[in-house]
């Protein structure tokens, strides 16, 4: 994607853990940070577009199942029957039968609703961890890529960025040989996942804004073997890896039970875990896991909103910031959709478990709880999508948004306290204005939606 070289003029813009004020921002005809200067004159002012708020980073949403956007809202009733519990599986059981009916017409509408939202929530770029691959009988479409390119699809029509991440899945469980009957539609092999970036690279070569990596499901849905030979393939690539890791406590006694050790354990033993690669949930941890995550470079993908709604466990962000780890934020299941309310659920969850208050604050080191969490969430975004997405800084790829100032959040608030009341001051303002690689995106409604949900579930 082409455009033509800009120049923008903000009163204020989110740079570097701080705020900085009169910034003159170039954007260069390939998407990117051009020129970044603060403190511009009045003269140097004269001809950039004056943009009218508080300017902050697009974020990465480094974690999202977009179908399971059809679902949010209709998973809130208990289960019913003898004995019945709800947790995590019970959820899966119901999502499965959201994941058994959606056509590639529905998961374009589906996505291109949730993408609009998620560019409205401040997002500008999505790894959409994908395993949706084959048709609703469980038969692989003509062409392997076929619900990929919906999301594809989704991401062109709506301007949001795409890293997509076609997922190995092929078995049910560390003992099973295969999938059940209701996995159908997730049946891969390393060669298919191969077969599904070569369909979407060749149809978005020059589109600067999608990109590709590769998902393992987990350890408990791949043989050693095949992840082995995908890893190999992502390594060759030099793509992204993206990896479900101990989210439920009964995956990690699975693992335990399986191989002797944890999942996280097991993964850096076994596997040449680089910077490239990407350990979705890892809520259940020990000090010990984390600091290798830490020490291979790896980054962690924390899903505050998605892991309190699933009943997962609190994420150990005091264990993980003692030794300056990485990590970035999805909103994977889409039971919220901005990151400002995803960072304060971090927080709220850290503050509720401990009985302190600013707790990323504390551990991180910056001053403000709402810096401490963005940059620190910021800092992933690189390691989940493999691309220059690192915020306001030359080189960087030009992805912002424009605080509303009006919204009632932020009335009276002094310019240094934005960010802070972004977070922490709900219902959180609204971005005016987002902007991903230079270029200003819509955020409509997608009309398809509500007709898909109408089919999906009724009235
Ligand atoms: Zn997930």
């Not at 996280?264 to 941890?285: K, Q, S």
């Not at 998605?306 to 994420?315: K, P, Q, R, Y």
Request: proline share 4%; glycine share 10%; hydrophobic share 45%.
């Amino acid at each position: 994607m082409k455009s033509e070289a800009q120049q923008f003029f903000a009163p204020q813009a989110w740079m570097q853990g701080a705020w900085a004020y009169d910034v003159l921002l170039g954007v260069g005809a390939d998407g990117c940070w051009s020129e970044v200067q603060t403190h511009a004159t009045v003269q140097q002012q004269a001809g950039a577009t004056r943009l009218g708020g508080p300017v902050l980073p697009g974020v990465v949403n480094a974690h999202s199942h977009a179908f399971q956007r059809a679902i949010t809202g209709l998973t809130e009733r208990r289960s019913s029957g003898a004995g019945a519990s709800d947790d995590f599986w019970s959820w899966r059981d119901r999502m499965y039968s959201a994941a058994n009916r959606i056509t590639p017409d529905q998961l374009e509408a589906i996505a291109s609703q949730l993408y609009a939202e998620l560019l409205a929530g401040g997002y500008t770029q999505v790894c959409e961890f994908h395993y949706l691959h084959n048709g609703l009988d469980g038969a692989p479409y003509a062409n392997a890529a076929e619900m990929s390119l919906a999301l594809v699809r989704a991401a062109q029509r709506t301007g949001m960025g795409l890293t997509l991440l076609p997922t190995l899945y092929m078995r049910s469980g560390f003992t099973a040989n295969g999938l059940r009957e209701d996995q159908r539609r997730f049946v891969s092999t390393p060669e298919s996942i191969g077969r599904v970036i070569e369909a979407v690279q060749a149809q978005t070569q020059g589109d600067t804004r999608i990109n590709v990596g590769v998902a393992i499901h987990s350890l408990r849905a791949v043989s050693p073997q095949a992840l082995m030979e995908l890893a190999a393939y992502a390594k060759q690539g030099g793509l992204p890896v993206h990896i479900h890791i101990a989210e439920q406590t009964q995956e990690v006694d699975d693992c335990l039970a399986q191989t002797g050790q944890r999942p996280i354990e097991w993964l850096l033993n076994h596997v040449e875990v680089d910077a490239r690669w990407n350990l979705v949930h890892a809520t259940h941890t020990t000090p010990h896991e984390l600091a290798g995550v830490q020490a291979r470079g790896a980054s962690i993908v924390i899903c505050p909103a998605t892991e309190a709604n699933l009943g997962d466990g609190v994420f150990d962000l005091p264990g993980y910031a003692a030794v300056r780890g990485t990590w970035s934020i999805g909103s994977d299941s889409h039971v919220t959709r901005r990151w400002s309310e995803e960072l304060r659920l971090l927080e709220y969850s850290q503050r509720l478990t401990q009985r302190k208050r600013n707790v990323a604050a504390q551990t991180l080191g910056p001053l403000s709880s709402a810096a401490a969490l963005l940059d620190a969430a910021m800092a992933g975004g690189h390691n989940a999508t493999g691309l220059a997405l690192g915020g306001i800084a030359l080189g960087q790829r030009a992805d912002f948004c424009v605080l509303d100032t009006l919204a009632p959040s932020l009335l009276g608030v002094p310019a240094d306290h934005m960010l802070d009341a972004l977070v922490f001051s709900s219902p959180d303002a609204r971005f005016a204005a987002v902007y991903v690689a230079g270029q200003p995106v819509q955020m409509l409604s997608d009309p398809g939606f509500v007709t898909a949900m109408h089919a999906l579930w009724g009235r």
